[in-house]
């Protein structure tokens, strides 16, 4: 079967696009295209021609696998050509998604129609780039600034609703998907029979009512606050202005041009690779690849407390029944309430409809009795982090689950091998480690103990994907993947603030590294109790007895950060502002004379170096250790959980990017002016460094 085919339905020649799995235009495609075009034309029974495409989506953009690599003729622009310039009429009908490149080619047809389910966007600037096949200036000439700019700038899809609404598209198809095709000829016919000429948008247009200036001018505005750090979606809106004020030939080079030079950019290289490493981190390892997931529709959830609702409000989206275990009537009533409320709220806001509201409220229910979970098909703990309280839930589950029942903890550090081992059934047992909202936040990570069996590990990657979670595997260590490595970026925050740092000018040099925040807010956020309990389960010993010195003094005053009114910060009635406390400056030098450290001046560059090379040195220990699968697998932990800046990539790619012998020496450095105890370059840092290899490299090998 060739990836384009041109077939004859009547007068009409129906070109087809077949390049699994979502038709990205490769080489292949874009040959096949221009091919089955010109033989098309050259067909005098054929009098329009119709461009679809097979398997469950239209054209998903560019294919970004070759990004990077010397150009392969024939080039998007010829495509374009070959399609505007057809002297026949032709018609693009869209299902699934019309994105990036593939709404270009749409664009580029003189008409357009949709299935009702379809998606049309332009979602470029996501990958660092802006749309390069004349997007930037068709688009604006079609549906006016105002849209294209929301469109083009935020890298969002809108519906074919919307699309038809905006003119976007010319038809709306409705019913079944496989309507597409049988509409997509008649709607041809009937431009046949009504002698509409093709309609060329290159030669329209952008309608101007003189609000253009300010509109850009917020355009700039909004990205640079919303999409902090970013560069594409600013040279976009050069892209846009060209589309107003130069003639199409002018404004399509200008955007090649801008094009290029995003796809010059680390940023682009790194958007690209949280791309590919988000798709890669849902592969399973080897040994689990062709383990059947075990089939599931009823969870049990212990434990009704922000993590527990915040799961159950997960599953339940994803209409999954839910049967909550609390430990008395208070605990339920109050579970119960805030479960209900949350699908209110949603209702409210219009997250999800009346319809939804009423599926999920009927699909959740709560009790004090354990022997409720007899038939739910996966089990997940989510009460105190304590390993006793863990160990004895356990220990109950195995009497009453049903057997093959999957038993999840959510535990965030403890050990799951333990946990599993009061069980007669460890093969059943895995973590699946939610991060708080846990209805919000994209992040699990499934944590895969040493008696897990395959199908546990591939059901629970089924559950991820059903919920709508990013999940990556992890294997168990103290605090597994993300929490291990957060540590050292909270030890140097402390330590950092100890030897003269202001707690606000760490903040803001991680938020000008690209965080949203930094790492003392987010403490004061969390609560500052929580990590001090959990330092009290631990020895000592793996702790820096420095780090937290200035932080339990303030718990052990009751300033446990927001929740309390101050923290690290203090916080006015009312307000999540956090405001710099001289009293906290005070403490914060007693502490350090206390620890015989003179105070000094310490620069931006070195706040965020400690910080994000702590997380880069534990980051290859992880792998290393194999905790983790793959570097990539790391930086989508921080870049779903922690809020590492996506253009960056995570922190493996950006100690690649900076190249690792330059990230060794500067670990280096610190051991020698901070101490080597934990400033020595891992093992396998060295190893890739001195190998003039990157952790992209670790991961294809
Ligand atoms: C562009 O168009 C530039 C232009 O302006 C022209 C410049 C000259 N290329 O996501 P999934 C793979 S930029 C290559 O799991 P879903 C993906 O890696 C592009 N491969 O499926 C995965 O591979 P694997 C603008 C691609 O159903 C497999 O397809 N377009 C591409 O959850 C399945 O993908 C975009 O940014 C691609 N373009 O979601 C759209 N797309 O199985 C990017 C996907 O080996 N794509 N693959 O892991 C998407 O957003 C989603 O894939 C989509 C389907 C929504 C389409």
């Known amino acids: 079967m060739s990836t384009v085919s041109l077939h004859k339905q009547g007068r009409i020649g129906v070109i087809a696009v077949d390049h699994p799995p979502v038709n990205a235009i490769s080489q292949a495609v874009r040959e096949g295209i221009i091919t089955q075009i010109n033989a098309a034309n050259a067909d005098d029974h054929i009098a329009a021609i119709v461009l679809i495409a097979k398997g469950r989506t239209f054209m998903a953009g560019a294919d970004i696998t070759e990004f990077g690599l010397p150009p392969k003729s024939p080039g998007f622009p010829q495509v374009i050509d070959a399609l505007e310039q057809s002297p026949k009429p032709v018609i693009a009908a869209i299902h699934g998604t019309a994105l990036g490149g593939g709404l270009e080619l749409a664009l580029a047809c003189h008409f357009r129609i949709a299935h009702e389910g379809a998606k049309l966007g332009l979602p470029e600037v996501t990958l660092g780039i802006i749309p390069g096949a004349q997007g930037t200036q068709r688009l604006p000439r079609l549906v006016g600034l105002p849209l294209a700019l929301d469109m083009i700038v935020s890298g969002k899809p809108i519906t074919a609703q919307k699309a038809h609404q905006a003119g976007l598209v010319d038809g709306l198809v409705k019913g079944e998907a496989d309507a597409l095709p049988r509409a997509a000829i008649a709607y041809a016919d009937k431009i046949i029979s009504d002698g509409t000429a093709p309609r060329r948008l290159s030669q329209m247009e952008v309608a101007q009512n003189g609000s253009e200036a300010d509109l850009l001018a917020k355009a700039r505005a909004d990205a640079t606050k919303k999409m902090r750090g970013m560069l594409a979606p600013q040279k976009a809106i050069d892209a846009l202005e060209a589309a107003l004020t130069l003639p199409f030939e002018d404004g399509a080079a200008k955007e090649r041009s801008i094009l290029i ?18 798709r890669k981190a849902a592969r399973l390892p080897k040994h689990a690849q062709n383990a059947t997931p075990r089939p599931f529709n009823q969870i049990g959830i212990i434990g009704g407390g922000t993590m527990g609702c915040g799961i159950a409000l997960a599953c339940l989206g994803a209409g999954l029944y839910v049967t909550m275990i609390e430990r008395d009537a208070e605990a339920l009533k109050r579970a119960r309430n805030s479960i209900h409320k949350s699908l209110d709220e949603n209702l409210a806001r219009g997250r999800i409809d009346k319809a939804a509201h009423t599926t999920q409220e009927a699909l959740f229910s709560i009790t004090t009795d354990m022997t409720a979970l ?91 994907k059903k919920i709508r979670k990013i999940a990556v595997i992890a294997r168990v260590c103290h605090g ?183 990230i060794c020496d500067r670990i280096k450095q610190f051991g020698e002016t901070v101490g080597t105890r934990w400033w020595t370059p891992a093992p396998l840092l060295q190893k890739l460094a001195q190998e003039g290899k990157t952790f992209t490299d670790f991961d294809a090998e």
Not at 264 to 275: I, Y
């Open 261 to 278: 030079a995003c796809m010059a950019s680390p940023q682009s290289k790194a958007l690209q690779h949280a791309f590919f490493a988000e």
């Open 374 to 464: 007899s038939k739910a098909d996966i089990i997940i703990e989510a009460v105190f982090e304590k390993m006793e309280v863990k160990k004895s839930i356990f220990r109950d589950l195995d009497k009453v689950a049903k057997k093959g029942a999957i038993l999840a903890t959510n535990t965030s550090y403890l050990n799951v091998d333990d946990i599993a081992s009061v069980t007669g059934r460890p093969a059943d047992i895995l973590g699946l480690h939610f991060f708080s909202p846990a209805n919000i936040m994209k992040l699990l990570e499934v944590v895969e103990a040493k008696k897990t069996a395959p199908d546990v590990l591939a059901t629970a990657m089924l559950l991820a």
């Open 480 to 662: 597994f993947i993300g929490n291990r490595m957060l540590e050292g970026y909270l030890r140097e925050a402390g330590l950092l603030m100890l030897e003269g740092a202001a707690p606000q000018q760490i903040d803001k040099a991680i938020r000008d590294f690209g965080y949203p925040m930094g790492p003392l807010q987010m403490i004061d956020m969390a609560g500052m109790d929580i990590g001090y309990m959990l330092r009290k389960q631990f020895p000592a010993s793996r702790f820096d007895p420095n780090a937290y010195r200035v932080m339990n003094r303030l718990v052990e005053m009751d300033r446990k950060g927001q929740k309390t009114g101050a923290g690290i910060y203090r916080y006015e009635a009312g307000n999540r502002t956090p405001l710099p406390d001289s009293a906290v400056d005070k403490i914060t030098e007693e502490e350090a004379q206390k620890a015989g450290i003179t105070r000094r001046t310490i620069s931006d560059e070195e706040i965020i170096d400690r910080c994000i090379l702590s997380l880069v040195n534990e980051g290859a220990r992880i792998l290393e250790d194999r905790i983790a699968m793959r570097a990539s697998d790391i930086d989508v932990t921080y870049l779903y959980g922690y809020g590492f800046p996506r253009w960056r990539g995570g922190p493996m790619f950006y100690a690649s990017q900076r190249g690792l012998d330059k």
